[in-house]
């Protein structure tokens, strides 16, 4: 069955950097789209970045463009989100998944997702 499962999460101070990673299993990961999503404590659910199957296209949130990068290793089946210039609101429970369907940007499928790593950004 589909597995992610995310980590690399912490406490960082304000400005500082963190790399997060997905491992995925049980599906052809580079058949997929995929996405990073966050959620934070009493607050809805928000798309922070996608990624095309091969990599060459990404889009981000207005919020997190120029700080966070997005990338994907379709070798070890690996999602990674770098975030840098970290602050107070990227504080969250980051979670990654695929997309709906293979080989298509149509639309996250929120029931991919792993467990989730927490990122907090304080001082």
């Known amino acids: 069955q589909v597995q992610t499962v995310e980590s690399g999460g912490g406490l960082v101070q304000p400005g500082g950097s963190l790399r997060i990673s997905c491992t995925t299993s049980g599906f052809i990961f580079s058949d997929y789209w995929m996405y990073w999503l966050r959620q934070a404590p009493g607050k809805e659910l928000e798309w922070v970045s996608w990624i095309s199957q091969s990599g060459d296209e990404t889009k981000y949130r207005e919020s997190v463009k120029g700080r966070f990068v997005i990338s994907r290793d379709n070798v070890k089946n690996t999602l990674y989100l770098q975030m840098n210039l970290l602050k107070p609101e990227d504080t969250a429970l980051y979670y990654c998944?695929?997309?709906?369907?293979?080989?298509?940007?149509?639309?996250?499928?929120?029931?991919?997702r792993g467990q989730g790593t927490q990122v907090t950004v304080s001082s």
């Open positions: 998944v695929r997309d709906r369907r293979p080989r298509v940007r149509g639309g996250f499928d929120w029931t991919s």
